[in-house]
């Protein structure tokens, strides 16, 4: 039964996505490492009509975050670094994550630097979000 599956995968979601605006009116830091903006990466598999609407329906089902992350490396820097997929799956993949740089509030970050350089970007743009937030910086 699609149309259940569906529905438990949204209710997951929400569940996830109220307990993260609990711990938010807490004055709590939320991290996500997926978030549903991915469903609006680019299909590799089914693309009629109603798996693009249950797609649509996902990506829009929960509250958009304050601040999206996409970190960015080639292809071979990826694959040299763990060794899955290969070159070609992922530059597709690479190529997908690219296009949620159109959405708002999304930084495109330059992981191919050394980690500790991307770490120190990551968390900038986190505390200057916050910041932004709590009215002590331009939006």
Do not use: N
Not at 118 to 132: C, D, H, N, P, S
Request: aromatic share 6%; net charge positive.
């Amino acid at each position: 039964m699609p149309g259940l599956r569906l529905a438990v995968r949204l209710l997951k979601l929400w569940r996830l996505a109220l307990t993260a605006e609990v711990y938010k009116a807490r004055g709590r830091l939320v991290v996500f490492d997926r978030y549903t903006s991915d469903a609006l990466l680019p299909s590799t598999g089914r693309t009629g009509a109603a798996s693009r609407a249950r797609r649509w329906l996902l990506a829009h089902a929960c509250p958009m975050p304050q601040l999206i992350i996409v970190l960015d490396a080639p292809a071979q820097a990826l694959f040299d670094r763990k060794g899955e997929h290969d070159v070609e799956k992922l530059e597709q993949q690479r190529q997908g994550y690219a296009t949620l740089a159109r959405l708002p509030r999304v930084t495109v970050v330059d992981a191919a630097r050394p980690p500790e350089e991307v770490r120190r970007t990551v968390t900038g743009l986190v505390w200057q979000r916050w910041g932004q937030r709590r009215g002590l910086g331009r939006p």
